[in-house]
Structure formats: structure tokens, C-alpha cells
């Protein structure tokens, strides 16, 4: 009964610790979704490095299945065959200045075909092959270094709130035997 008894007792300090620090508990379960980004950055910046090699990559000719704008970009649904099985992705084709129609229209007569950049060990890893997709491995390493950035962040301030509780427990403790 009093093994009991103080179970009891350090559930109740440990929920007492976790009313005084709950902003900061609900903060770090807030940003608990953060280790999620590093998985997904780190097989973006590796597609982005195959993509780069030359050794690696080899061109085919696709077609263009459907186009649509998007913040400035004319978006392009394609598909393309490597040795006779097809794969389809989507990727930007080409970027207009929004406040031009010439512009525009000089996008749009992308025509029906495309050159498509793709990994040889495995084609699903692809892009259309133009000016435009040249920072990708850029925008994958921006991508790693925010998903790490914020993670250590998360993780040192899950280090705090452990901090702050064992040392609320330590006070407490100290106070009631004195």
C-alpha cells in the first residue's frame, strides 16, 4: 500500500510539473510535426544530387498531358517512357512575368512534347529538363537546413521543459523535508 501510495504522489507531481509548464508542453507538441520535414528533405536533397550527377542521369522525350499556371509558373502534368514502361510526374515547364499576356502565350506554345531529366537506376526520380528546374538541389538544401534548424529547436526545448520539471521536483522535494 505505500509503494502504492507514492506512485501516486509522483504521478501528482509529475501532472502538477506539467500544469506549470503547459504553454511550453503544448509549444513543443506543437512543433512535434517538425521531425516529419527531415525524412522528406533528406530524400528531396538526395534526388536533387542524382538528378545533378551526369553520370547518373539520362534524358528521354515525353509528352505533355496538361499544363496549368501557378505563382508565376506554367506547371506541366507529363509523361515519358524508358524502356517500355511509363511514368508520369508533374513539374514546372517554364515561368512568365504574370503581368505580361505575351509572356504567356510564349509559355503556353511549349508545344506537346518535353525533354525529361531523369536518375538511370530509377526514372520515377525525373524533371523537365529546362533552366527553370537548375536550383533544385538549392531549394532541397534550404529545405534540409529549416527542417534541421527547427528540429534542434524542438528538441532543446523539449530538453528545457525536462530541465524545468526536475528542477521544480528538486525545490519541492527540498522544501517539504526542511
Not at 505505500?2 to 502538477?16: G, P, S, T
Not at 531549394?139 to 528542477?167: P, Y
Request: hydrophobic residues 45%.
Amino acid at each position: 500500500m505505500a509503494r502504492f501510495r507514492q506512485a501516486y504522489i509522483y504521478v501528482d507531481q509529475l501532472l502538477e510539473d506539467a500544469a506549470r509548464v503547459k504553454a511550453l508542453v503544448f509549444l513543443w507538441l506543437c512543433f512535434s510535426p517538425v521531425l516529419l520535414i527531415i525524412p522528406l528533405t533528406v530524400r528531396s536533397f538526395l534526388h536533387a544530387r542524382a538528378l545533378g550527377d551526369p553520370a547518373q542521369q539520362a534524358i528521354a522525350h515525353g509528352s505533355v498531358l496538361k499544363t496549368k499556371r501557378a505563382r508565376g509558373d506554367e506547371i506541366a502534368q507529363y509523361e515519358f517512357d524508358v524502356n517500355g514502361k511509363w511514368y508520369t510526374s508533374t513539374g514546372a515547364i517554364g515561368r512568365a512575368n504574370p503581368y505580361s499576356s505575351a509572356d504567356w502565350e510564349a509559355v503556353g506554345k511549349a508545344g506537346p512534347t518535353i525533354d525529361v531529366k531523369y536518375v538511370r537506376s530509377d526514372p520515377s526520380i525525373n524533371k523537365p529538363n529546362n533552366e527553370l528546374n537548375n536550383s533544385y538541389i538549392g531549394n532541397a538544401l534550404i529545405g534540409l537546413l529549416m527542417g534541421g534548424t527547427l528540429s534542434a529547436g524542438w528538441l532543446l526545448m523539449g530538453r528545457a521543459i525536462r530541465r524545468i520539471m526536475i528542477s521544480d521536483r528538486l525545490l519541492r522535494t527540498r522544501a517539504r523535508t526542511e
